[in-house]
């Protein structure tokens, strides 16, 4: 019975997908290579508040050229993630989950908006009904 509610309450998530780049920070031509580098945009933090205290439960999804360009590593986005989560938290919103495409244009990959496959996965991960 208890698996069943949780398996009913996940699919019934209030989600929003929200890109990061010139949607939660501000987007730079020479792309956000360290967490020095990450700004968050005005009203952004306090976006994410609104929408959390309303049960949204945001989904990150990024094109994140920059690994496959070789210009920072997996290890160094998943820091600014875990930052970006962070200050998110710190100002009483929640980041659910990032998914990000380390692919160029050029890969023709199905992860790379506006591909839907970071949304199919996220689909997958939490029984999302789209």
């Known amino acids: ?26 987007n730079r031509s020479d792309y956000v290579k360290r967490w020095s580098e990450f700004e968050f945009l ?41 930052n970006m989560t962070a200050a998110v938290a710190s100002h009483v919103g929640h980041i659910e989950a990032v998914y990000y495409c380390p692919h160029v244009p050029e890969d023709g990959c199905s992860c790379r908006k506006t591909e839907p496959g970071l949304i199919y996965q996220a689909q997958v991960d939490y029984e999302l009904d789209l």
């Open 42 to 82: 005005p009203g952004s933090l306090e976006a994410m508040k609104r929408l959390a205290l309303h049960g949204y439960h945001v989904v990150v999804i990024t094109n994140q050229s920059v690994i496959n360009r070789k210009m920072t590593t997996k290890e160094t986005l998943q820091k600014i993630h875990e």
């Open 1 to 26: 019975m208890c698996q069943e509610f949780i398996s009913k309450w996940i699919k019934n998530l209030k989600v929003i997908f929200l890109d990061r780049d010139g949607v939660i920070n501000k």
